[in-house]
């Protein structure tokens, strides 16, 4: 299993590839939420601009067993395959309760079901 890091960027880069934009079903790609660099190994590198909510939490995890960041940016929480970026979950909740019970591990093909 390969290594993966992450870093918060101050904003988006005027250079380099398009980022990935996560949003929670109403996209604002010309606008700069968390923007997060990912890297694994020696060959995979992305960037990725997170649309934030509205409450005081945030915190992003690298998730090493199922491969995933774990994105919680202003409450709105991103579940993110590394090597897929394209296939994201999102969940947005006003608790933390909310957020914790938003997805199980292990049941389709991405290993995420909404329960």
Same mark, same amino acid.
């Given at each position: 299993?390969?290594?993966?890091?992450?870093?918060?960027?101050?904003?988006?880069?005027?250079?380099?590839?398009?980022?990935?934009?996560?949003? %929670?079903? %109403?996209?604002?790609?010309?606008?700069?939420?968390?923007?997060?660099?990912?890297? =694994?190994?020696? #060959?995979?590198? +992305?960037?990725?601009?997170?649309?934030?909510?509205?409450?005081?939490?945030?915190?992003?995890?690298? +998730?090493?067993?199922?491969?995933?960041?774990?994105?919680?940016?202003?409450?709105?929480?991103?579940?993110?395959?590394? #090597? =897929?970026?394209?296939?994201?979950?999102?969940?947005?909740? =006003?608790?933390?309760?909310?957020?914790?019970?938003?997805?199980?591990?292990?049941?389709?093909? %991405?290993?995420?079901? +909404?329960?």
């Amino acid at each position: 299993m390969r290594e993966i890091l992450w870093k918060t960027l101050n904003g988006m880069s005027g250079d380099g590839p398009v980022p990935y934009h996560f949003h %929670r079903g %109403r996209p604002t790609p010309w606008s700069e939420g968390h923007i997060i660099e990912v890297r =694994a190994g020696d #060959d995979l590198k +992305w960037v990725g601009n997170f649309q934030t909510g509205n409450e005081p939490f945030s915190k992003v995890v690298v +998730w090493e067993k199922t491969g995933t960041l774990v994105v919680l940016t202003q409450g709105c929480l991103y579940l993110v395959p590394v #090597d =897929a970026p394209q296939r994201f979950v999102t969940h947005e909740s =006003a608790s933390v309760c909310g957020i914790a019970r938003c997805a199980k591990l292990g049941v389709d093909g %991405r290993g995420f079901e +909404w329960i």
